[in-house]
C-alpha cells in the first residue's frame, strides 16, 4: 500500500526537532483526521539552509512533512514558495488516494512557514499568500 520510500521515511524520519530562533514557523492542522504539523525554517541570504519539523499525526503525515523538509533544504525562497503536495508526493513515489491530504498538509505547512518569514521580514513574494484559518475541509 505504502511505497518503499514512505516507508523510509515514516520510520526513519529526516529533520525531527524544531529550530530555535527559526526564520519561519508554520502551524496547521486537520481537525478531521487530527494530523497536526509544524514546519520550521531557517533561510539565510534568500536560501533554506534547515528545515525541521514536528508532526503529530500518521504514518502518511510524518512521511510527507519528512520529504517537504528535504526537498525544501537548499532552495531559494521563490523556488521553495513552488514546492506543491505533488512535488511531495511523487517525491515519495506516490500516497494511497486516502492519503493525499497530509501531502497537502505538508505544503501548507511549508507555506505557513515561508509565509511567517516573509511577514517578520516585511518581504514580499509572489505567489506567496497568507495562510487560510479555515481552509482544512479535505475530502
Known sequence: MYSEKV??????PRNVGE?????????V????????MKMYLNIEDNIVKEAKFK???????????SMATELVV??????????????VTEALDGLPPVK??????????LQAALWDYATKNGLEFEGLEEPKEDDHHHD
Not at 492542522?29 to 497536526?36: F, H, L, P
Request: charged share 20%; glycine share 12%.
Open 7 to 12: 516507508m523510509d521515511h515514516f520510520s526513519n
Open 19 to 27: 529550530i530555535e530562533d527559526a526564520s519561519g514557523v508554520g502551524q
Open 29 to 36: 492542522g486537520n481537525a478531521k483526521c487530527g494530523d497536526i
Open 55 to 65: 508532526t503529530f499525526g500518521c504514518g502518511a503525515a510524518i512521511a510527507t512533512s
Open 74 to 87: 537548499g532552495k531559494t525562497v521563490e523556488e521553495a514558495i513552488k514546492i506543491t503536495n505533488k512535488a
Open 100 to 109: 493525499v491530504h497530509c501531502s497537502c498538509l505538508a505544503e501548507e505547512a
